[in-house]
């Protein structure tokens, strides 16, 4: 197995995250500020990717590999204690992407990929439900989506440019950090997190 029990993810690494936010200069605008927060993003997707993994893989069974997921949700989601405003809300826009990312990933494992739609579709209709402002079912949509992601389907990252600026767009983008994680989960060396 590839890690015991609890070490898919602790709370030790998103703090050491924290930590080099806390310390660097971050400008949203800029380039390597937005990789950290970017790196931030995908070394989690990661770690949910692993999970899913091994549940495919037959290592975890369907009750330990939510409770895996959602220990990771635990530390990752939890409240922000940040003095600086800017990065607090930088971290969040982060931690509102990731939301997608676990509940497609318990939506998974749970009950499957989606049956019907495609990603683009989900999108679509996650949109056209946050223009509504009905954000339970614009959510419920990215995450189907979401399911289909983990399931193998490819996301065209380009249809996100096209989207508002708001959750659907954070989602999105947590869901293709999720995509680069199903095919590559070992995006973030463990060096990065320290």
Do not use: H
């Amino acid at each position: 197995m590839s890690n015991p029990p609890g070490e898919y993810y602790t709370e030790e690494r998103w703090q050491n995250w924290l930590g080099r936010i806390r310390e660097e200069d971050i400008d949203a605008e800029d380039e390597d500020s937005a990789r950290l927060l970017l790196n931030l993003q995908d070394d989690t997707a990661i770690a949910v990717a692993k999970i899913i993994t091994d549940y495919e893989d037959g290592e975890l069974d369907e009750e330990r590999a939510l409770s895996e997921i959602e220990d990771i949700e635990q530390i990752v989601l939890a409240e922000l204690d940040f003095e600086n405003e800017e990065k607090a809300m930088l971290v969040d826009g982060v931690q509102t992407s990731l939301m997608c990312v676990f509940y497609a990933a318990e939506e998974f494992i749970a009950g499957g990929p989606a049956d019907e739609g495609t990603i683009e579709e989900y999108v679509q209709a996650a949109a056209d439900a946050e223009a509504e402002e009905d954000m339970d079912a614009a959510l419920g949509y990215c995450v189907q989506a979401g399911t289909l992601v983990i399931d193998g389907e490819e996301m065209d990252m380009g249809m996100s440019e096209d989207l508002e600026f708001g959750f659907v767009a954070e989602w999105v983008n947590g869901l293709d950090s999720l995509q680069t994680a199903m095919s590559d989960p070992e995006v973030v060396e463990e060096d990065d997190a320290e």
